[in-house]
């Protein structure tokens, strides 16, 4: 098998490095945190010892500028070993790519340097509790006072929000306006009338915390609104729009965990007086999962390498990308398990994690439903 061939040497380096500090820090805790539903403090603490957090951040803001194919090296290697801790780094970018593309150069000064070392960590908080594929539909509000806002309402589903230093949340100057009157605004901990509620007990990414955002009279000084009045869809969609190939990627890197499992039992496992590997039906399924892995790996190397390239309009292949490697996920972290038998239903082994950790991958960032809605359009214009 040969290596991807246009990946540069900086990336080459980037990925080998993610992939150590996966194998070696990251890996031999996530079984440990997915069972104790614990923050996972340890591996956190491997990515920022390793710098990796800066990759999206220029130079300017202290980051390193490895682009978006850097992200999806990185966030598969992470995901490889770890798909909760991959969440998390994946994140980072979620909730900072916001600022980087819409802030203010005050509001990039305040932040980027400190997330592009890691010290201060992201959210992005868009769903709520009655608004989930219908993003347009949130019901948040956000009433301008003078030289502040006032938010009203509650959000759901916010990766890391009980942890961030800085939520970009989006929420509605008028409801009646829906897509129109979202408008994004860069939220702390500790801002009086913003508190963090209820922890999700999830099945799967369990050491990724996943909280409810309360919002009674939050007053917001208009400095912390990103962009204007109701450019908060577009600023929703954009960071999507990077962020959906980074998720196609740590579902690739939990397809590829799940295939390594499978190849690496199939040859030990020994029924009939042989290897369940030298069984054709077996050989037949690990080819089968090795293309679908292969299929999604080159599609969001693809969507981010558009990205890199600044090709604007990459919806298209954004949504393609993290469609089809979570799908890819899900079938082959499923025949994996299949593959180990009983075994594979046990939780001595990390399959039944890998399968429970791609269901995820197909809902959010937008379900897999959305995401053909989105190549739908692009298709019937
Ligand atoms: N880039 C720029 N602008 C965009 C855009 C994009 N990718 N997609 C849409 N827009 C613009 C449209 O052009 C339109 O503007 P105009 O009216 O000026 O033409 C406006 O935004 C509204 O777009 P639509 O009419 O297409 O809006 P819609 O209500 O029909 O919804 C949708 C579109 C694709 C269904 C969208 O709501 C969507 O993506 N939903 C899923 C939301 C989602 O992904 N949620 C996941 C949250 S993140 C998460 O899961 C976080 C976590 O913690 C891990």
Not at 355 to 364: F, G, L, S, V
């Amino acid at each position: 098998m040969n290596d991807l061939f246009y990946l540069t040497d900086e990336q080459r380096m980037i990925r080998d490095l993610a992939r150590k500090v996966a194998r070696e820090r990251i890996a031999p805790h996530a079984a440990h945190y997915d069972e104790t539903e614990q923050y996972p403090e340890e591996s956190i603490r491997a990515i920022l010892d390793s710098g990796l957090y800066g990759i999206w951040v220029p130079e300017a803001h202290g980051g390193s500028d490895m682009g978006c194919l850097a992200l999806a090296l990185v966030a598969e290697e992470i995901a490889w070993a770890c798909a909760a801790t991959a969440t998390q780094f994946v994140d980072q970018p979620l909730g900072g790519l916001p600022i980087l593309l819409f802030g203010s150069e005050a509001q990039k000064q305040k932040y980027l340097p400190r997330l592009a070392t890691g010290e201060l960590l992201a959210a992005y908080s868009l769903s709520e509790p009655g608004a989930g594929s219908d993003a347009a539909g949130l019901r948040t509000t956000a009433v301008r006072q003078g030289d502040r806002y006032v938010l009203n309402g509650a959000k759901q589903w916010c990766t890391n929000g009980d942890h961030a230093g800085v939520i970009c949340v989006f929420a509605t100057i008028d409801p009646s306006k829906r897509a129109k009157g979202i408008t994004a605004f860069l939220i702390e901990p500790g801002m009086p009338g913003f508190s963090v509620g209820k922890k999700e007990k999830k099945m799967g990414i369990r050491a990724s915390p996943t909280v409810a955002l309360h919002f009674e009279d939050c007053e917001v000084p208009v400095e912390q609104r990103l962009g204007d009045e109701g450019d908060g869809f577009t600023i929703a969609m954009r960071t999507l729009d990077i962020t959906r190939p980074a998720t196609g990627a740590m579902a690739v890197g939990i397809g590829q965990a799940a295939l390594d499992a499978a190849v690496g039992y199939a040859k030990e496992r020994q029924q009939f007086g042989q290897p369940i590997a030298t069984f054709q039906g077996i050989q037949f399924m690990l080819a089968d999962m090795a293309m679908q892995v292969h299929a999604a790996r080159l599609m969001v190397h693809h969507a981010a390498r558009q990205v890199d390239e600044g090709i604007r309009g990459n919806t298209y292949e954004a949504s393609m990308a993290k469609c089809w490697a979570s799908d890819a996920a899900m079938k082959v972290a499923t025949d994996a398990v299949q593959i180990f038998g009983g075994y594979g239903y046990t939780r001595e082994f990390p399959v039944e994690r890998f399968m429970r950790d791609a269901k995820i991958m197909q809902i959010y960032e937008g379900t897999n439903q959305i995401q053909r809605l989105v190549i739908a359009r692009e298709l019937l214009g």
